[in-house]
């Protein structure tokens, strides 16, 4: 089973328990699919992997994990990539070659910081 699938089928399993014990299983599924990618790009790709494949087999996309996990998500992959700005940065090649953005792009931060509030505020699951 590939990260991604072994992560939405955790993200799943802890639809069913209590809200302290939900948040806690969610966020290890997401640091053991963090682990998987050593890559920035990579994880980025693969944390909105399992954001759009929870919102495409659940229809409660306005539900409490849904958003929980949107802005779990949101803020690691806005993490990751400030880190592939820092690194690309410190290292010289031609403009546009795999810095900031997946797809290459180059220059700035592929996620808008603050959409869900600020980047480094606490989540409380309600």
Do not use: W
């Not at 050593?38 to 693969?46: D, K, L, N, T």
């Not at 409490?64 to 700005?85: E, K, Y």
């Amino acid at each position: 089973m590939n990260p991604v699938r072994r992560c939405l089928s955790k993200v799943d399993a802890a639809a069913s328990l209590p809200d302290c014990d939900l948040a806690e299983q969610v966020c290890q599924a997401l640091d053991e699919l963090e682990t998987a990618y050593p890559r920035a790009s990579e994880r980025i790709v693969a944390l909105e992997a399992v954001l759009q494949g929870y919102e495409q087999r659940r229809q409660d996309a306005g539900a409490p994990l849904s958003r929980f996990l949107r802005v779990c998500v949101d803020r690691r992959q806005h993490r990751s990539a400030r880190r592939m700005g820092e690194a690309g940065r410190s290292v010289r090649g031609r403009p546009g070659q795999g810095r900031g953005h997946p797809a290459g792009g180059g220059g700035g931060v592929p996620f808008p910081q603050g959409r869900y509030g600020e980047p480094d505020a606490p989540v409380t699951f309600r």
